[in-house]
């Protein structure tokens, strides 16, 4: 692997050394957040790209060294499905993670994607409002896992207007019509991710080389690029890249 003058920014030769350099930055932020607070907070992303990721943290050593006891996962975004529908980002990580680790059922904070999208945005507004600390309605995650999509999508933050809401709410529904999924989605908003600790985006292939570039080189355009809202205020970001999403 290669490091960029940014040490922020690491670039892999596939797919699999990526996804073994996540593992290392989830277990090493979770055995400090555990030191430091007693508890680890994670918001998941879904996609092909964090899938290898899943299936390394649910294997040794990281399945018998993560405390899943005191670890509760949160997700970025979610379509509005069922949880075992395949497009389920729940359920993907279930299949690949937590179904294969000792993990409480209560330590999975899913979005009901079942649910009509407004009732889903109030029960999951609620949810995190319960894992707050200080004055923000919302946890200040440890690890926050997010994407890069071709049109430089990240979470279900999408090219377009910026919803006003993005500026209040930790958590919206919006509508998207992207790769031919289903159109509704929940998503947390920037606010969220700009209080996390760590913001570790993961984004693989040729086809977000150019959505790679103008999110991080180009000039500020968050409505085209929505990738560019995301700032932590007092976090540190990581962007783990393949030679692929590297290439521009």
């Known amino acids: 692997m290669t490091m960029s003058p940014d040490s922020s920014t690491i670039v892999f030769k596939d797919i ?5 350099e996540a593992a290392e930055l989830f277990a090493q932020n979770a055995e400090i957040a555990l030191k430091e607070r007693g508890r680890v907070l994670v918001a998941l992303s879904g996609g092909r790209t964090p899938e290898q990721l899943f299936q390394l943290l649910s294997k040794p050593p990281y399945a018998l060294s993560i405390p899943w006891e005191q670890t509760h996962f949160f997700w970025c975004d979610e379509r509005l499905v069922p949880p075992n529908h395949p497009e389920s980002n729940f359920g993907q990580a279930f299949r690949f993670l937590f179904s294969k680790v000792k993990i409480p059922g209560g330590n999975l904070h899913r979005i009901r994607g079942e649910i009509d999208p407004d009732q889903a945005v109030e029960a999951y507004r609620e949810i995190l409002k319960s894992f707050s600390d200080g004055q923000q309605k919302w946890p200040r995650f440890d ?50 991710f700009n209080s996390a600790r760590n913001v570790i985006f993961m984004v693989s292939g040729k086809d977000k080389a150019y959505a790679v570039n103008m999110t991080r080189n180009g000039p500020p355009e968050p409505v085209r690029w929505p990738a560019q809202r995301i700032k932590p205020v007092e976090g540190k970001i990581t962007w783990l890249l393949d030679d692929n999403a590297a290439s521009h």
Request: hydrophobic content about 40%; cysteine-free; glycine content about 10%.
């Open 16 to 20: 699999g050394s990526m996804s073994q």
């Open 143 to 192: 690890l926050a896992f997010l994407g890069l999509g071709a049109d430089g999508h990240t979470a279900s933050l999408f090219p377009g207007t910026i919803n006003s809401e993005e500026k209040a709410s930790p958590v919206l529904a919006v509508t998207a019509d992207y790769q031919e999924r289903p159109a509704w989605r929940v998503t947390l908003t920037p606010l969220v």
